[in-house]
């Protein structure tokens, strides 16, 4: 059973930084996209970043230039989040992806980010 937990989540004041880690266990396969997402309270989940298995990253328009998604192998990724703005406040999930070999899509409880002005 995959299991993700997310920690690294807490309140910081604008302009600060924080770095979330993702450790996922339970995966047996060793290839896999993985990623950010993060739900503001009354929005829907939105991405953050993701980087594909062979290292590909993309980023929402909104933290480009100030957050990095990072992996070490196929069970972490990291996300380094500079220069933080209350816009940032949410709760962010880890995300495993295996869509492109199978079905399966794994999410992490999430940790939440706060960020005060």
């Known amino acids: 059973q995959v299991q993700l937990v997310e920690s690294g989540g807490g309140l910081v004041q604008a302009g600060g930084s924080l770095r979330l880690s993702c450790a996922a266990s339970?995966?047996?396969?060793?290839?896999?996209?993985m990623g950010w997402y993060r739900q503001a309270p009354g929005k829907q989940r939105e991405l953050v970043a993701a980087?594909?298995?062979?290292?590909?990253t993309n980023y929402a328009d909104s933290v480009k230039g100030r957050f990095t998604i990072s992996r070490v192998n196929a069970n972490t990724v990291y996300l380094q989040m500079n220069n933080l703005k209350p816009g940032d406040t949410g709760v962010y999930y880890c995300?495993?992806?295996?869509?492109?070999?199978?079905?399966?899509?794994?999410w992490g409880q999430g940790t939440q980010v706060t960020v005060s002005s």
């Open positions: 980087i594909t298995f062979i290292g590909r």
């Open positions: 339970g995966i047996t396969f060793s290839s896999n996209d």
């Open positions: 995300n495993v992806d295996r869509r492109r070999w199978s079905s399966e899509n794994y």
